[in-house]
């Protein structure tokens, strides 16, 4: 089992509708867990980070996070063509200190 | 305030041969991690240092290895390339007290021919 799985895509999904973005974690003392954007090309970016169980919302993003199932989802709202990217989950297993896991990303199409 | 600057952005070398890739995190970042990245693998962690120590290792042989200065600048080393080490070589910077996310430089593409 991989420390952290994710759907490869593509995902498509029209221009303004949510895009719904899943991913799973092996190790149950992870703590705490990040989305990063990344254009084909260009570096990862991080989009945001959350902790505690429950939602994180930033503007058209909302962060979910379920310890008990060890599952970690993005939605965005409003969808937009720029949205298009790799959207990669990642995980600290440490809390003092960074062994962040990355998954392998799931590729996102927003179709005008 | 300045990014993550890496160097060289591109490099092509011959098997067998070794290089030397060199990160500056953000000013005040005292954590500077190392992901290898192909289109296969993904994002592979290579190691973190902080204040000049390796917190963490990946599962990479040998032939990778790194260090940090006292002004956490970062280099990373590879021995003996192969082919399959060609990658894009990205480092990631980070305060390094339990991590509020990565800044990333542009990384370093290399080519092993």
């Known amino acids: 089992q991989k420390e952290v799985e994710q759907n490869s895509g593509p995902l498509s999904v029209p221009e303004g509708a949510i895009a719904s973005l899943n991913c799973t974690y092996s190790?149950?003392?992870?703590?705490?867990f990040f989305w990063y954007r990344q254009y084909s090309g260009k570096s990862p970016e991080l989009i945001m980070f959350?902790?505690?169980?429950g939602d994180k919302e930033d503007g058209r993003f909302t962060a979910q996070l379920n310890k008990a199932s060890q599952y970690v989802s993005l939605l965005i709202r409003d969808s937009q063509p720029s949205d298009s990217a790799t959207y990669l989950c990642?995980?600290?297993?440490?809390?003092?200190?960074?062994?962040?896991?990355f998954g392998p990303g799931t590729s996102l199409s927003v179709i005008p | 305030k300045a990014g993550v600057t890496q160097t060289p952005r591109y490099l092509i070398k011959t098997r067998g041969q070794q290089v030397t890739l060199s990160c500056s995190p953000i000013?005040?970042?005292?954590?500077v991690s190392w992901y290898q990245q192909t289109p296969g693998q993904g994002l592979q962690f290579l190691f973190e240092?902080?204040?000049?120590?390796?917190?963490n290792k990946g599962n990479f042989p040998g032939r990778f290895s790194g260090r940090q200065f006292s002004n956490s600048r970062s280099e990373m080393n590879v021995s003996t390339l192969e082919l399959g080490d060609s990658a894009l070589y990205l480092c990631?910077?980070?305060?390094?007290?339990?991590?509020?996310?990565?800044?990333f430089g542009s990384g370093t593409r290399l080519t092993v021919v």
């Open positions: 990631a910077s980070s305060p390094g007290q339990g991590s509020s996310g990565y800044t």
């Open positions: 190790d149950r003392g992870s703590q705490s």
């Open positions: 959350i902790y505690s169980n």
């Open positions: 990642a995980v600290n297993r440490r809390t003092s200190y960074d062994k962040v896991i």
């Open positions: 000013s005040g970042h005292r954590s």
């Open positions: 240092y902080f204040s000049e120590t390796q917190r």
